[in-house]
């Protein structure tokens, strides 16, 4: 059976072309980019090659990238490295309830180590309101990171309208773009972004490499210590075949964007529409209009995520839910709850993330598939029997 795959934000697949450009930096040009002979050089130009494509993608100077581990350790560099070095400021660090883990759970440990944390509600439609923001912002208020678009139901934030309340108020701002990067146009000048963390497994490059763009005015403190690599900025022999990777599917994201962004807008919006019309009692999690072209959020009322997902993968479609047990807790998804949805309704959540491989036909077979599956799941169902629906 063929897999139809629809969860391209949770990763994707190594483009050919960047899977071919990484293989001669594993046998040919092996050396350690900190070598001062030919074979490290060869490595240390690639390494700067790629520097150049990653900057480019979002207007950045490459003196301004940080390679990273991905964007979990971009985050924690931007959000731990800037409150510590830059501690005599001020105390106050401002995110919003919609973060990834990543971002969410460091500014936990920001607080356990004492630092101020201000985490800001989202509307029904996920966004974050700058107004909010503005009344949050407080004297001692050094950093505001969130996100540009939402991992979970895809909306796409004000970013430059919050950049501005940020600096209006003396705070910096920091942009998790893990799903953006390369999908958005991007412009950390124009937008206002002092500090963005993209990560190279999203845009069909490797895993384990992205980067932290950091506007060369700000100071941070090292998150690993142990060598002078990266501007002394990251402890570590650096990964180049996955550096080149990510520089190569940096390129091709910039190349590929706008046709990308309109075909899979179109297919999504079909996924989406077609749902919610052969789905009854089912609903649209996120902004209907302002998200990531591709992503699709539903919710099933009387289904539990989980089981959508166990069935929807017996005929070969790959989705994924934030409901209870895939993420290993009792609770839904903390961003179905901050967006005010019920437990109850939050648990039938369904994610469908459309990438460069699917097509319309995939669209279809989804479609068909989808109130099959759910038709079946609430048969088995008594609450939606006592809710007097008919299986
Ligand atoms: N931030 C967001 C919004 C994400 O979606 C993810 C991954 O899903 C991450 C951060 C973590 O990135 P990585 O997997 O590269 O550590």
């Known amino acids: 059976m063929k897999t139809i795959y629809m969860d391209h934000s949770a990763t994707t697949p190594v483009d050919p072309r960047v899977f071919d450009a990484i293989i001669p930096y594993y046998n040919d040009v092996f050396g350690n980019a900190s070598s001062v002979h030919t074979p490290g050089q060869k490595a240390r130009q690639a390494v700067e090659d790629a520097r150049d494509k990653v900057a480019a993608l979002i207007k950045a100077t490459p003196q301004e990238i940080i390679f990273t581990g991905g964007g979990t350790e971009?985050?924690?560099?931007?959000?731990?490295?800037?409150?510590q070095a830059n501690a005599h400021r001020g105390k106050h660090i401002?995110?919003?309830?919609?973060?990834?883990?990543?971002?969410?759970?460091?500014?936990?440990?920001?607080?356990?180590?004492?630092?101020?944390?201000?985490?800001?509600?989202?509307?029904?439609?996920?966004?974050?309101?700058?107004?909010?923001?503005?009344?949050?912002?407080?004297?001692?208020?050094?950093?505001?990171?969130?996100?540009?678009?939402?991992?979970?139901?895809?909306?796409?934030?004000?970013?430059?309208?919050?950049?501005?309340?940020a600096h209006e108020g003396g705070a910096v701002f920091h942009t998790d773009a893990v799903q953006s990067f390369g999908k958005l146009d991007i412009n950390v000048r124009e937008m206002g972004i002092d500090m963005l963390s993209a990560s190279a497994h999203k845009?069909?490059?490797?895993?384990?490499?992205?980067?932290?763009?950091?506007?060369?005015?700000?100071?941070?403190?090292?998150?690993?210590?142990?060598?002078?690599?990266?501007?002394?900025?990251?402890?570590?022999?650096?990964?180049?075949?996955?550096?080149?990777?990510?520089?190569?599917?940096?390129?091709?994201?910039?190349?590929?964007?706008?046709?990308?962004?309109?075909?899979?807008?179109?297919?999504?919006?079909?996924l989406q529409n077609g749902i919610l019309e052969r789905v009854p009692h089912s609903r649209l999690t996120g902004h209907p209009t302002l998200r990531l072209p591709g992503s699709v959020s539903v919710c099933f009322e009387f289904v539990e995520g989980e089981s959508?997902?166990?069935?929807?993968?017996?005929?070969?479609?790959?989705?994924?839910?934030?409901s209870?047990?895939?993420?290993?807790?009792?609770?839904?998804?903390?961003?179905?709850?901050?967006?005010?949805?019920?437990h109850v309704i939050a648990h039938g959540s369904l994610r469908l993330t459309l990438g460069h491989s699917n097509t319309e036909e995939d669209v279809e077979y989804v479609l068909d598939i989808i109130p099959k599956v759910v038709k079946s799941l609430r048969k088995m169902s008594p609450l939606y029997k006592d809710a007097g629906g008919v299986a």
């Open 94 to 165: 401002i995110t919003s309830a919609i973060e990834h883990h990543a971002v969410l759970d460091t500014c936990e440990y920001l607080h356990k180590q004492g630092y101020d944390l201000t985490v800001l509600p989202v509307n029904p439609l996920g966004v974050v309101e700058p107004q909010v923001l503005k009344d949050a912002m407080r004297e001692d208020t050094v950093l505001v990171s969130i996100m540009h678009a939402n991992n979970e139901i895809g909306t796409i934030e004000p970013i430059k309208e919050l950049a501005a309340v």
């Open 74 to 83: 971009a985050d924690n560099q931007a959000l731990i490295g800037y409150m």
């Open 324 to 342: 209870a047990c895939t993420s290993g807790s009792l609770d839904p998804s903390h961003v179905l709850l901050a967006i005010g949805l019920p």
């Open 308 to 322: 959508v997902l166990l069935m929807l993968d017996s005929y070969g479609i790959a989705a994924s839910s934030g």
């Open 203 to 270: 845009l069909y490059g490797p895993k384990g490499i992205g980067c932290l763009y950091v506007n060369k005015k700000i100071r941070l403190a090292k998150l690993l210590h142990g060598g002078a690599q990266e501007r002394n900025r990251r402890a570590g022999t650096e990964n180049v075949p996955a550096i080149v990777g990510f520089g190569v599917a940096a390129e091709l994201a910039g190349e590929n964007r706008l046709e990308s962004q309109a075909r899979l807008s179109e297919l999504g919006v079909r």
